[in-house]
């Protein structure tokens, strides 16, 4: 189980994701059943070697938040509280929507975990 906080009308946690044995720890990461796909900040994911290669379609996507242009690419794994999903597609992209977000978890993740949002008790955990 992981707890959850809302802060300015988000609902936030925490994640962690492993590129070719590398950790990232993400901070303030929006959880978004609006959204398809998870996406993470360009800049972070750098920090650990995740960048746009040659043959990396760039594609453009949108949401409340406006549209941003992004590349894909697999993670080893994605961690949140004891739920891991191995071998995601991540999007990687500017984040600029405003507000200071690492990440976004979107419905991807979300149902790969089979994750229970728990919005009294402002947790997520799996589906057991």
Do not use: C, P, W
Not at 9 to 37: K, Y
Not at 68 to 73: A, N, Q
């Amino acid at each position: 189980m992981k707890k959850l906080i809302i802060e300015g009308g988000l609902l936030l946690t925490d994640m962690e994701l492993i590129f070719n044995g590398q950790l990232l720890h993400l901070q303030r990461v929006l959880v978004d059943t609006g959204s398809g796909s998870t996406v993470v900040s360009t800049d972070l994911a750098e920090s650990i070697g995740i960048v746009a290669e040659e043959n990396d379609m760039i594609y453009r996507i949108s949401g409340v938040g406006g549209s941003e242009f992004v590349y894909s690419k697999v993670v080893d794994s994605v961690k949140i509280g004891d739920m891991k999903a191995k071998d995601l597609t991540l999007e990687i992209g500017a984040m600029n929507y405003g507000f200071d977000l690492d990440g976004i978890i979107g419905l991807d993740l979300l149902q790969q975990l089979k994750a229970v949002i728990n919005i009294d008790e402002l947790t997520v955990k799996a589906n057991s």
